[in-house]
């Protein structure tokens, strides 16, 4: 009888319970690949240069996400708030996206270019000097490190791998170049991360202390592109209701 | 208990240690009425809502069922009519719809009407100053402060009749439409230690704070020189130029060197030295028309200049 034979072979018994519990989720997210509309077309999206990825990646180790969401909900309230829904094309070049449920603070899916370099630089090190009622604990470490960018190429080079373009090859860089234009494409070539990185947090001088590069400068370089990529004055206000 | 149900109940026919088996009651009949009502309520849903995947698309519901008609606007400011099958973005659309319509009446008056007319009209600046205290509180409030108040080394107080920029209301739409970016250079490299000191004290002597009277003497002199060139940005007077944003330095509102909290004179010499120094990059106010709409920028401009106080 079959039922015996499962419940006396603890291997098939753990595969066809694995097939089981998955199979729900399955379901519903192996389609999403095949779906055309998944992911919205819209110009504009790209991915990290180098210095927003090192501060995307300290974002990740200082665990923000366990207190910021970044994933606006085409709800009225939150457009209010955040401003437009967040597009999945918009993290379509994150690994891992950092889209999160837990709002302890606010989202932070749109938060580029709401506040100074100044602000983030200060609210980072002692949020309570700019919000007296805030929760959010202090990172005073964050302008006191010195970045370390010693293994930039290596991070650029496992994103590629999951389908980022970072252009090793010179005909990577120039389907960059036609795909994002010439000014991006040079920010994502991972033979020049270095000097690019320093290039931006020497003009961006993110932290306001131009002599050296610290995590606050790759920090505040990612908190201030986020969401502001697309353009959405270019599109009909309802033009993202055809993907869905 | 076994020998009852051995008659009545069917066992699965496995058998351990012996005599030990396991029954196969059938499911109670309300939890299987459950399992047909899902199946039933299933079927319903694909009516109304996208549902089963069909290669690169999917089902989208039957028209007629799930239709939803909204108002949308176009690139070039047209309005449109249309209808599509029920998702979030489409209930969303109808959802701001209705919050258009619910404050169409008050938006339109404010954009269409002269800042004075909005703010003697009483019903309208209730909606003034609820709907610019939402506005104040999610945008502003983290630099100046709950009540616009401000913080000295970060942002200005919005709440009193001194303006950096000018507090007239196209001066303040000015402002928070484009941002602000107040720059003095610094003169570190320029003026020499004793220089630096005599022109802190002249500072202090324009707003009456304790001073050395000789030194502030020699600061004059050096203000109005070409050496330092003060009086380029801050005036012949000092009393700071709107376009500039350069700050009044006969008042004894300070920003940036905090005077009121220094006891002691040479503290407060220290504190406008510090800023002669290093100059001052760090005031940036953000630009709100990326962000904001037209309408609700003049509507922060009367509140701002109405609500908080302060305008002129």
């Not at chain 2, 659309?93 to 258009?100: A, I, Q, S, W, Y």
């Not at chain 2, 954009?111 to 703010?119: G, H, I, T």
């Not at chain 2, 030194?215 to 700071?240: Q, T, V």
Request: aromatic fraction near 12%; charge should be neutral.
């Amino acid at each position: 009888m079959k039922h015996d034979l499962i419940e006396r072979n603890l291997g098939i018994l753990l595969v066809l319970t694995m097939f089981a519990i998955s199979a729900g989720g399955l379901v519903e997210v192996i389609p999403l690949f095949f779906i055309k509309e998944t992911v919205e077309k819209v110009d504009g999206v790209r991915p990290y240069s180098p210095l927003e990825l090192r501060g995307r990646d300290i974002y990740v180790r200082e665990g923000c996400y366990l207190c910021h969401s970044q994933m606006i909900r085409p709800f009225r309230d939150e457009a209010l708030r955040y401003g437009h829904y967040s597009l999945a094309a918009e993290s379509k070049y994150d690994h891992p996206f950092q889209w999160g449920s837990k709002r302890t603070g606010p989202d932070l899916a749109r938060v580029g270019g709401k506040y100074s370099n100044e602000w983030h630089t200060q609210h980072l090190t002692a949020p309570r000097s700019l919000v007296p009622q805030s929760v959010m604990p202090n990172y005073p470490w964050l302008v006191k490190t010195p970045l370390d960018y010693s293994d930039i190429q290596l991070r650029m080079k496992a994103l590629r791998k999951t389908g980022v373009p970072y252009s090793l090859t010179q005909a990577e860089y120039d389907r960059n170049v036609k795909d994002f234009g010439p000014d991006v494409a040079k920010s994502l070539h991972i033979p020049d991360a270095e000097k690019n990185l320093i290039a931006q947090a020497q003009l961006g001088n993110y932290d306001g202390n131009p002599a050296n590069i610290s995590e606050m400068d790759a920090l505040v370089s990612y908190l201030q592109m986020l969401g502001t990529l697309v353009d959405f004055k270019k599109y009909d206000d309802d033009y993202f209701v055809k993907f869905r | 208990m076994s020998q009852e149900n051995k008659n009545s109940v069917q066992t699965t026919g496995h058998v351990w240690d012996d005599d030990l088996q396991e029954l196969t009651n059938p499911l109670p009949r309300w939890w299987i009425w459950g399992f047909y009502i899902t199946f039933t309520f299933a079927v319903v849903y694909w009516l109304f809502y996208p549902a089963w995947p069909i290669g690169g698309s999917y089902t989208k519901g039957v028209p007629g069922f799930n239709s939803v008609t909204y108002t949308a606007t176009t690139v070039d400011g047209k309005q449109v009519k249309k209808t599509t099958h029920w998702n979030m973005r489409s209930q969303f659309m109808v959802d701001m719809n209705e919050l258009t319509a619910l404050q169409k009446k008050y938006f339109d008056k404010v954009a269409s009407m002269s800042y004075e007319d909005v703010s003697k009209d009483a019903e309208l600046m209730q909606f003034v100053n609820s709907a610019g205290k939402t506005l104040f509180s999610d945008n502003c409030a983290p630099c100046h402060q709950a009540g616009g108040q401000g913080k000295i080394g970060f942002s200005p107080n919005l709440t009193d009749d001194n303006w950096m920029y000018g507090g007239t209301y196209d001066q303040i739409h000015t402002t928070i439409e484009g941002g602000r970016r107040g720059y003095m250079p610094p003169f570190s490299q320029v003026l020499n230690d004793e220089q630096i000191t005599q022109l802190a004290n002249y500072v202090l002597s324009l707003s009456s704070e304790p001073h050395d009277p000789v030194a502030a003497k020699a600061g004059d002199a050096l203000f109005h020189g070409e050496g330092a060139a003060c009086y380029y940005c801050h005036g012949p007077d000092g009393k700071g130029k709107i376009q500039l944003g350069s700050a009044n330095l006969t008042d004894k509102i300070w920003l940036w060197a905090n005077i009121p909290a220094d006891k002691t004179q040479e503290d407060k010499v220290n504190d406008i030295k510090n800023v002669i120094y290093n100059g001052l990059a760090k005031g940036v106010m953000p630009n709100w028309n990326v962000r904001l709409k037209p309408e609700q920028i003049k509507l922060l401009t009367v509140y701002v200049h109405d609500s908080l106080g302060g305008g002129k």
